[in-house]
Structure formats: C-alpha cells, structure tokens
C-alpha cells in the first residue's frame, strides 16, 4: 500500500496501527506542517528517519484554503438544522457541542485560511492558541477530513486512517475508498495469524529493523495482495491466502507440461535448480531447456508464469520470516 495520505492527527494515537503499518505498508503520508515536525514522538522521529515508511506532508496554502471553504459551509449546515447531522457523529446536537465543550483538539495555522480562523472565532467555536486554534475533537476531525481530500486529489493519492469513531460520517462523505479499507484490514488479518507474538509487545526498534531486511519481500507481499484483492473481496480468507503459498513451485511444472513437456526429459539436477527462484530468471531457464534439447512452444508463457512465481516465492519467504518474528 502506498500513496496514501494519513489523517487526522500527526501519528497514529494507536502504536499497534505503526506497527502494522512497519510490516505491509510501502509508504503513507501524514499532514505535519513544518513547526509540527516537534510534536511527534521519539518512536515516530526514529521510523521516519531510520526507514521509508512515513513522509511528512506539508499542506500548500490553497489546499488549506478550500479545506477552509468546505468546512464552513459544512459547519453551517450543522449550525441551521443539528439534528440532521446527529446521527452522523453520535452526537444529539453537535453544533452546541463545538460551541460549549472544552476545546482541546490543536489545528496548526499552516493548514487553514484566515477565513476559517475568523469564522471559529466569530461563531465561539475555536479558542486561539500559539500557532494555530483549538477546536474539539469533532470539529477537527471536520476540518482534517476536508484537507485530506484536498490533498488526495491534488496528489493523485487515496486516504487512511486509524481513527474509527466517526466512520458513518467518512461513508457519509465518501472520504476513504473501500478496497482501501478492505485491503487493510485484509492484510492485518494475514499478518495476526503470522506473527506468534502479540505485535503490541514487539519493540518498534525490532520492527523497524526487520522491516529494512525485509523491503524486497514486503513488496512482493503487497503484489499479492493486490492480485488477491478480488478474491478478498469476493470472501476469500485470510488463512486461504496464506495456504495459497504452499504449492507455488507446481505451476511451474504444470506450465512446462502444458508446453507438451515431460518432466521425465529433464535432468534431475535442472529440475531441482528449476525449483528454487532465487537462483535465476526466465531467460535463463529456457536457456537450460534448450540445452538440453527442449523446444518450448511458448517461452512468454514460461517467461510470465516464472516472474508470477518468483514475486509469489518472495511472498512465501516473508510470511516464513514473520513466522520468526518475536
């Protein structure tokens, strides 16, 4: 997974999302202006510095200023008729809420436009405060969902978050793609079922360091993912995806016989070099084959089959070192 913009707060609030994330996501990019970049934790200083799993975002002024722009015109819609928003946000009537409850929840200036400083002001809904307001957690989570889309479509990118407390107002607004959040949440599953630890217990130094031995594999692990997305998504588990694994190198066999081959023409010391992809590519392959007198009738068709399970390999091998992982 990567080209994902991360929303609402700087880091996840949950170290277990991170450390997920350590294992499986390719890249994610949280909004963190400039003068934020102090407020993170020395665990998410150290995983931005040490890997490349997160790159800060630094939203532009005119992102900011549409965000500004939508959510007023948001808030005033809650402001004339709150009830029809209640069910939205759990909340009887959120417009009095954001108004009297206490206002703990900070949005950096960098990320809005005067007109959405004035507007919280004027309508008692924000306090200001060294660089920025503080606003409550709904109305900034408002606000923050506003200036991720924004920044989605500008950048071309899709949205997460590990924040689950407003998701009929995300459905609502369409905000998160739902192949998004099914491939997440498909891919934690995987990873539940791999890891013999409980990975809220695995140090993030450990994580991270076994995330840079692994990068190659990781990659491999989130191609099949996504050659698996329509099968998840048509119900396929996550012990089946796993289980998928076991005969990989039989479709190599199976490809070769199709091509009118029988495995008893191959030596056995090329067919147990055939079975283990690391050792070489498809070009190579058919070189061996024709050495030895073989004619394949379709070398694409091999060609494609092999790098299929050479990717698929990789996979295997990482789901065997996560089998390691303590």
Request: hydrophobic share 35%.
């Amino acid at each position: 997974m990567q080209n994902l913009i991360y929303f609402p707060t700087f880091e996840p609030p949950n170290s277990t999302w991170l450390k997920f994330a350590l294992l499986y996501i390719e890249n994610f990019n949280p909004i963190i202006p400039r003068s934020g970049r102090q407020h993170v934790s020395e665990d998410y200083h150290r995983i931005i510095n040490d890997t490349d799993l997160i790159t800060p975002y630094e939203p532009s002024y005119d992102q900011g200023d549409r965000a500004s722009i939508k959510a007023i015109e948001y808030f005033e819609n809650i402001d004339r008729n709150p009830h029809r928003f209640a069910n939205l946000f759990n909340r009887p009537n959120l417009a009095r809420l954001a108004r009297e409850n206490q206002k703990d929840f900070k949005i950096f200036e960098e990320k809005f436009s005067m007109s959405w400083e004035n507007f919280c002001i004027y309508n008692g809904l924000a306090e200001r405060t060294h660089g920025g307001i503080n606003v409550t957690e709904e109305l900034a989570f408002i606000f923050m969902s506003f200036l991720a889309q924004e920044i989605a479509f500008e950048e071309g990118k899709s949205i997460i978050t590990d924040n689950h407390k407003f998701d009929n107002f995300l459905n609502h607004q369409r905000v998160i793609a739902r192949n998004v959040i099914t491939r997440g949440s498909f891919a934690q599953g995987v990873l539940g079922l791999i890891v013999p630890r409980n990975i809220s217990e695995i140090p993030f130094q450990t994580l991270i360091e076994f995330r840079n031995r692994n990068r190659h594999k990781i990659r491999a692990f989130n191609v099949e993912l996504n050659n698996s997305l329509n099968n998840i998504q048509n119900g396929v588990t996550e012990r089946e995806f796993i289980e998928r694994f076991n005969n990989i190198y039989s479709e190599l066999t199976s490809e070769i016989l199709t091509q009118s081959l029988s495995i008893t023409s191959i030596p056995l010391a090329t067919y147990i070099l055939m079975q283990n992809t690391g050792t070489m590519s498809a070009e190579y392959i058919n070189e061996i084959i024709g050495g030895i007198g073989i004619v394949l009738t379709s070398k694409v068709a091999i060609g494609t089959k092999w790098k299929d399970i050479s990717n698929r390999h990789n996979c295997k091998r990482y789901m065997t070192n996560l089998e390691r992982l303590r």
